[in-house]
């Protein structure tokens, strides 16, 4: 055994102390996150109520979305407790302590940050949510994009919570590491650091597969048990590293572990930057796809991964006009209220001359597709069309004014399949947008 | 009575200075010992050694019959308080309380507020808030309600005014007489503290000079004055460790030796040497010829 059952008791008593201590940083960590969506909700609302288009998209982003920016922020705090830890650690010499049960004590309070932040998260997705809701129970043209899910978001949670641990153990064990062997793992690190700048792709690719171990599986169970693997193996790694480091041995210089901690941050942004910039070659790249695919659904062609896509779904509407006379005319009345956003090309043919039992009219409603969603399903929009003596009325309706309100949620969720088109997360790591024309095409069969 | 701490030829150097040398000495268990020596003497190093708090560099060191660093049975009966102790940054002084609480568990909560009355500090307080010594008078509350077997106090009453001082000092002999236990305390004015002292150990430079009864230590040197020639005369083949000659053929000499029952010359006069004086003879340096350049 690694430690007694006293110094799991004594470490589960400091870090109690330690945490006391610290919510003061909770209680502004909270506050932050609260001014944020505060700000965010106020002009959120100042957009629902005073906009005059007729269709908004009111992105209510909060907090709880920015997985990375979030993560990023935790990986900088993470460091900066690493880097304290001696310092941090002068403030509860006078209490009883062992090496092991102080580690553990150290370590219980960055996993209470690892937990406590995703758990805020979700309260002000909880409280934005709340507030919104209230607003479309009063307004009929204000519609919540994403779908409310409890499943969703406490899975969320906890995935952030494994996310915000991996980086937790991963960066404790470099530290570990550094506080055993000091100046040599300094040396590993800065010669890490020039391998990098010589080799950089070989590097990026092998810490992009890492990243991707995590990031790219599709099974939440699976990522559960690779997150608690890592993390058990990371932190007993650290543990039994940190039990043959004497912390009290030798006094270490300040700068050389500073100069140290600066060397992983730049090897970890290099990494991090080269990462992003893949992604966002592969989102340029799907962007392409789905601009080509809207360009052929304005012509008519539907291909069948055009088809896959629900905007894009041509439907027919057939009237029986076997009780007019062959070679009579039709005429049509188009009567559409929409705008700008909601345009209908109109288009018929041998309407003048009748010869057939059957007008077929094939249609395709405008769309608006925001991250992969098409917020014109709210405005509950339809084609009718109906015959009057020899005029054919065709009607497009639909809710005017619609307000599409996105609160978008644990962005990171969408790489679960059990998740994925499911309408409770962006199904983009970047924020898209599309819009096109519907269409009518009215032809007469036999 | 039995042993509380065994040294050993215990030494601790950072890099080429010796903080301690080759210390030897045994402290028993409900006794108060005063550790006394000069600025960087090697009183807190060896402190800090006893609390777990530094590895030793040589020699051997034992708490309660074994090694004090990282051995939590141990710990949990010692606590070692100094004046400037750190604490987090915004704790209030009943929090401080509270978590001494939770980590000693003979911790009197009860009698740290008491405490707190009795020299007006209010819990409500912010640690960072108060005076040095605010803070040195905080610290020996919380040392003294730990109630651990070995209590160990560094410079404890440092920036107290005389009266609080004396306070304190009332306090921690009730509190012994309450509760014995071993008490350990590091400070510069032997004068004040001698009277609550059993036992009291003198170091100089890492070394230990003296570990005494506190009577016996007493009664270990005397004074002798008279005409520089009878003085001169009485002192040969004696251990003496001062001696000044003033105006007018006067002189007087320290004598560290007990003093026998051989008759003396009437016309030397004897007289005892105070616990304090005897620490600076043993301990002071001879700047004598450093003092006049000054003027020079």
């Given at each position: ?25 909770t ?48 990986f ?15 403030k ?8 092991n ?12 940050f ?49 996310n ?7 960066i ?25 700048i010589?080799?950089y792709?070989?590097l ?19 990522f ?19 039990k ?8 270490e ?16 942004a ?17 962007d ?5 695919s ?10 069948e991964?055009?088809?896959s896509?629900?905007?894009?779904q041509?439907?027919?509407?057939e ?8 070679g009579?005319?039709?005429?049509v009345?188009?009567?559409d ?11 018929y043919?041998?309407?003048t ?9 094939d ?24 015959l ?10 639909y ?5 599409a309100?996105?609160?978008?949620m ?30 009518v095409?009215i032809?007469?069969?036999? | 009575?039995?042993?509380i ?12 200075k010796?903080a301690?040398?080759?210390?030897s ?11 006394i ?7 807190t ?27 939590l ?12 102790l ?9 929090e ?67 009266t ?41 430079e890492?070394k ?16 002798v004055?008279?005409?520089?020639s ?25 004598i ?14 004897v ?18 010829g ?7």
């Amino acid at each position: 055994m690694f430690m007694g059952i006293n110094e799991l008791k004594n470490a589960k008593n400091l870090a109690n102390i330690r945490i006391r201590d610290n919510r003061r940083i909770t209680i502004w960590l909270l506050l932050v996150f609260l001014l944020l969506l505060g700000s965010n909700l106020s002009n959120s609302l100042a957009i629902i109520f005073n906009n005059s288009e007729s269709h908004t998209i009111v992105r209510a982003y909060n907090m709880s979305d920015n997985s990375t920016l979030i993560m990023f922020g935790l990986f900088l705090g993470i460091i900066l407790m690493n880097c304290m830890y001696r310092y941090d650690n002068a403030k509860y010499v006078v209490f009883p302590q062992t090496n092991n049960s102080r580690f553990l004590a150290f370590n219980l309070n960055v996993a209470f940050f690892a937990v406590i932040t995703p758990l805020m998260l979700l309260l002000i997705y909880l409280i934005q949510y709340g507030v919104i809701s209230l607003i479309t129970t009063f307004r009929d043209n204000v519609f919540l994009v994403y779908e409310f899910n409890i499943l969703f978001m406490l899975t969320g949670t906890v995935v952030m919570i494994v996310n915000a641990s991996i980086l937790a153990a991963l960066i404790n064990f470099i530290a570990t590491i550094l506080r055993r062997f000091g100046f040599y793992a300094g040396i590993f690190l800065m010669a890490i650091l020039v391998f990098t700048i010589t080799n950089y792709s070989l590097l990026s690719n092998i810490l992009t597969k890492i990243l991707f171990f995590y990031t790219q599986e599709s099974s939440v169970w699976l990522f559960f048990l690779k997150g608690i693997a890592t993390i058990t193996i990371l932190f007993f790694a650290a543990l039994v590293i940190n039990k043959y480091t004497l912390y009290y041995k030798t006094v270490e210089k300040i700068k050389t572990t500073l100069m140290v901690i600066i060397c992983i941050i730049l090897v970890l942004a290099i990494f991090t930057a080269a990462m992003l910039m893949d992604n966002a070659t592969q989102q340029s790249g799907n962007d392409a796809d789905v601009s080509k695919s809207i360009a052929i659904g304005n012509y008519n062609v539907a291909s069948e991964a055009e088809l896959s896509l629900s905007w894009l779904q041509r439907k027919e509407i057939e009237i029986d006009i076997s009780h007019l006379e062959q070679g009579s005319s039709l005429s049509v009345v188009f009567t559409d209220n929409s705008d700008i956003m909601q345009n209908i090309s109109f288009d018929y043919q041998q309407v003048t001359n009748i010869q057939g039992n059957t007008v077929v009219i094939d249609y395709m409603l405008p769309f608006y597709v925001v991250n992969g969603i098409n917020v014109n399903q709210f405005a509950e929009q339809k084609l009718t069309a109906w015959l009057d003596e020899n005029t054919l009325h065709i009607e497009h309706n639909y809710t005017p004014d619609l307000r599409a309100i996105l609160t978008p949620m644990f962005g990171f969720m969408r790489q679960f399949d059990y998740f994925s088109g499911r309408n409770l997360v962006s199904e983009s790591f970047f924020s898209s947008g599309a819009h096109g024309d519907g269409y009518v095409w009215i032809s007469i069969v036999k | 009575m039995s042993n509380i701490i065994k040294a050993e030829q215990l030494s601790k150097s950072y890099g080429k200075k010796i903080a301690v040398d080759k210390v030897s000495l045994n402290i028993s268990d409900d006794c108060i010992v005063g550790l006394i020596g000069r600025n960087g003497a090697g009183k807190t190093t060896l402190m800090k050694m006893i609390a777990g708090l530094l590895d030793t560099t040589e020699g051997v060191l034992e708490v309660f019959g074994k090694p004090s660093m990282d051995n939590l049975g141990i710990l949990e009966n010692i606590v070692f308080t100094y004046h400037d102790l750190e604490y987090a940054k915004h704790s209030r002084l009943v929090e401080i309380i509270d978590a001494y609480s939770t980590m000693y568990p003979n911790f009197d909560k009860g009698f740290a507020i008491k405490l707190l009355n009795y020299f007006s500090l209010d819990s409500k307080l912010k640690y960072k808030a108060l005076s040095q010594g605010m803070a040195s008078i905080f610290n020996f509350i919380c040392g003294i309600s730990c109630r651990a077997k070995l209590t160990m106090l560094d410079e404890p009453v440092l920036g107290m005014d005389v009266t609080v001082r004396k306070a304190a000092y009332e306090v921690l002999l009730h509190e012994f007489n309450e509760n014995p236990r071993t008490i350990i305390i590091s400070s510069h004015l032997l004068s004040e503290i001698e009277s609550i002292l059993s036992d009291i150990i003198l170091i100089d430079e890492g070394k230990l000079i003296l570990f005494d009864n506190i009577d016996d230590m007493r009664q270990s040197a005397y004074r002798v004055a008279g005409e520089q020639s009878d003085v001169e005369k009485f002192i040969e083949n004696k251990n003496v460790i001062d001696k000044k000659v003033s105006l007018g053929d006067s002189c007087e000499a320290i004598i560290y030796e007990k003093l026998t029952d051989t008759p003396i010359d009437p016309k030397l006069t004897v007289s005892a040497v105070r616990a304090e004086d005897l620490c600076i003879y043993l301990t002071k340096e001879n700047k004598e010829g450093e003092l006049k350049c000054l003027w020079e």
